[in-house]
């Protein structure tokens, strides 16, 4: 009796290894079918040719899309503080810099993002560079500071981690950068026509619309930014929650 329970017990795990065994290879191989060609790695930043001396002076405007998921603590860090907070028309959240016409969830981020460009594009594009920021994000002044420093001196014109599985670069959302130029080319583009996905981050790249790899770089070079956890011998942190859903 006891020899029969744990032979039916063994046929019942063999059973769910061998179920979840297919369905993987099932959904590997219609990926497989599916999927879009890899576009070329792009170059890590720091090892990127330099070009030209940076200015003394280096502006940038610092922006993020805050929800009222977000940590009432998530200006612990200065770089938050630096940045100007684009929050939903009905938050109720505190410290928000600019209020955007609607309200937004998970899968319309997307939208939130166009909307705060939009608003940008209604104001001169002045400063150098332009950061949109996590609320999770853990990077210390200085080594934003040195990260635009760096790719003035190059050509780089996006930086961050940067996707190439969509048919053109798009940056991961806990930090991109972008030069100027990139804001006049997207600003030249609203009111925006196309058809975006929900993802903030793939939106962004969508905007640019661009398969040439000279004006993305790898920002993730260096351990000069974190998402969510961060740990040394002195300190840990790290973020629970982020999704506002």
Known sequence: MIITAALATILLILG??????????????????????????????????????????????????????????????????????????DTKADGCDVKLPRSYRWGTLSSKLVDALELMCKEPVKTDFYAKIDDDLIMSESKFDDALRVMAETDCQVSGGIARDYGFYWPLGQIYIFKRAI?????????????????????????????????????????????????????????????NH
């Open 16 to 89: 769910i290894v061998y179920y979840f065994v297919s369905a993987h290879i099932a959904a590997e191989a219609a990926l497989e079918r599916y999927q879009i060609p890899l576009l070329p790695h792009v170059r890590n930043m720091y090892s990127m040719k330099r070009v030209r001396e940076a200015p003394k002076e280096i502006t940038s405007t610092v922006f993020m899309l805050r929800g009222d998921f977000s940590s009432d603590f998530y200006d612990l860090f200065a770089l938050q503080k630096r940045a100007t907070r684009y929050c939903d028309n």
């Open 183 to 243: 804001l006049e080319k997207i600003c030249a583009r609203f009111p925006v026509t196309i058809s975006l996905p929900g993802s903030e981050d793939i939106s962004f790249g969508k905007l640019i619309n661009s398969t040439d790899r000279d004006m993305f770089c790898n920002l993730h070079g260096r351990d000069n930014h974190w998402h969510r956890q961060y740990k040394d011998d002195h300190l840990r942190i790290k973020y629970y929650k982020q999704q």
